[in-house]
Every structure is written in C-alpha cells, then in structure tokens.
C-alpha cells in the first residue's frame, strides 16, 4: 500500500492539471433527473442517454409521471437506451418508493439510495456527490477500473473492492472529482485498446500493468 500512496499523488496532480473540469457527460436538471440517467446508462454511452433524455425529461417531470402511464409507454420512451423492459422497471420501481417512503424526493444517504429498485452504490456514488457534493465513495466504472488496474492502485477486478482501494488511497476532498477525471483520462488517453501512452503525462511512473506493447499508441 505504501507504494500505491506514492503513486497516487502524482496522479491527482497529473488528472488535476489536464482535466480540472471534468465532470459528469449526463445532461440533468435535477437530482430526480440524475437518478433516471444513471440508471438509463447502464450498458450504453451517456450520447444515446442524453439523447433519449432529452424528449422523456419533458414528458416525465415528477415521480408520479413515470407511474401515470401504461409500463408499455414507458418502455417505448427509453427504448433506445437498451434492457428498456428492466430499466422501466427499475424506475417505476424506484418513483413508487421515493413517493411513499420519501415524500417524492431523493434521499440524500447512501444507505437509503441503495434500497431504491435499479440503484446499486455506484449510482447512489454519482448521484451524492454529482447533486449534492456529497463524498461517499469513489464512482467505479469501466474506465475507472482500467485505469487504476494500469496505474497499479489495485490488483483488484470487483468494483466494489476497487472502490476501498481507492478510497484508503485517495484523500476524501478527491472522492468525487477524481472519479470524473479518471473517466476523461480514460476517454481520452488511456482507451481500452491501443492506449495513447505516448501522449500520457503519467508514462513516467505509470507500470502500465495489463498493457501490451504491441498495443501502446503513439496518437
């Protein structure tokens, strides 16, 4: 551990010079708003959910709205994020709870988040500290994930073990925008396949552990 705490400070300088406005990709409104895209985002890019959410957040403004109509319409609103079926599901789910449990707002605690239909910690993660700049935890997803890999700051596969790592490593104050920023840097540079190592202000000290050479991009 003691050498993923010497690395990790260079990184949060490196993630904080080149992308020090990193945030969320999801267009929202609200914190209402921000639970839906979260959960529309799984298995498909924050494009097509921006898309998808620009109509159906017209359409749908408070909790009872996704409840008034027909599953079925619901359905065919968010077809194009993909699992339409569980994701409708998922909502419905979770606005019949935040009406009866939470008089149709969003809790703001981790544990209480995690009880809604279709919200699991990473989501309750972004949804604290994206709306309320609330640090519970550290955001893994998919970039996230390769990138500490790579960087050596877990040897773990499981997100949620990635996610204690990170958070024993990371300094709370850097909770939220480090997950921002590691997932720019993972957009942009450090890609699933051909990674641009060359153009990396972190190849100095990066292991680049998973990283073949014949993969390494020099754009």
């Not at 945030?23 to 924050?46: G, H, K, N, P």
């Not at 996230?144 to 499981?158: I, P, W």
């Amino acid at each position: 551990m003691g050498r993923k705490r010497d690395r990790i400070v260079p990184v949060i300088e490196r993630l904080t010079r080149e992308h020090a406005d990193a945030a969320i990709a999801l267009s929202f409104r609200s914190d209402l708003e921000l639970v839906v895209s979260v959960m529309l985002s799984a298995q498909t890019t924050d494009v097509n959910v921006n898309r998808v959410t620009a109509v159906l957040f017209e359409k749908y403004e408070r909790p009872e709205d996704y409840l008034a109509v027909p599953v079925e319409e619901l359905e065919r609103d968010i077809f194009a994020t993909g699992f339409y079926r569980q994701k409708a599901k998922g909502i419905r789910g979770t606005m019949t709870m935040l009406i009866e449990e939470y008089d149709g707002r969003v809790p703001r605690d981790v544990d209480d988040l995690v009880r809604l239909p279709g919200v699991g910690r990473k989501t309750a993660n972004v949804v604290l500290g994206t709306a309320f700049g609330m640090a519970t935890g550290v955001v893994v997803d998919t970039h996230v994930t390769r990138l500490s890999q790579r960087l050596g700051l877990t040897e773990h596969t499981d997100a949620t073990k990635i996610e204690q790592d990170l958070m024993q490593l990371l300094p709370k104050i850097e909770w939220v925008d480090f997950s921002h920023r590691m997932i720019h840097h993972g957009r942009q540079i450090c890609v699933a396949r051909k990674p641009k190592c060359a153009l990396c202000s972190m190849k100095t000290f990066c292991p680049k552990l998973g990283v073949e050479t014949k993969d390494i991009g020099d754009a």
